[in-house]
């Protein structure tokens, strides 16, 4: 079990959101990739930010964040514009819902 801060481009304030998203290791991280991972962070209500969302993506290759241009980029603005759509306000809501009911107790988040 290795610290998601351990991966390129990723510090400690990256991984409090993904650890507040349930993603608690780099394994984990790399497993659901990229888009998932992100999904889940924006479901737990954190903002969306495409250099966040691009860093992530260039880190789990291994490259360094600034890496990312021309092409390769206007393609990521896509992936992560779709997501943003994909994770609706109401989602939001039931994310932070969920996220107060697992710190009553009530429900276990997965």
Request: with cysteine; glycine share 8%; charged share 25%.
């Amino acid at each position: 079990m290795t610290s998601i801060s351990t991966l390129r481009n990723l510090g400690p304030a990256t991984e409090r959101i993904f650890l507040n998203a349930g993603i608690e290791t780099a394994e984990q991280l790399i497993e659901l990739g990229a888009d998932e991972a992100y999904r889940r962070v924006l479901a737990n209500g954190t903002r969306p930010h495409f250099i966040g969302y691009y860093a992530l993506v260039m880190g789990l290759q291994g490259r360094p964040w600034n890496d990312c241009t021309g092409q390769e980029k206007k393609t990521l603005r896509a992936r992560f514009d779709a997501l943003k759509t994909a994770v609706s306000p109401a989602s939001n809501e039931r994310a932070k819902m969920e996220a107060a009911l697992d710190a009553l107790g009530v429900i276990k988040r997965n």
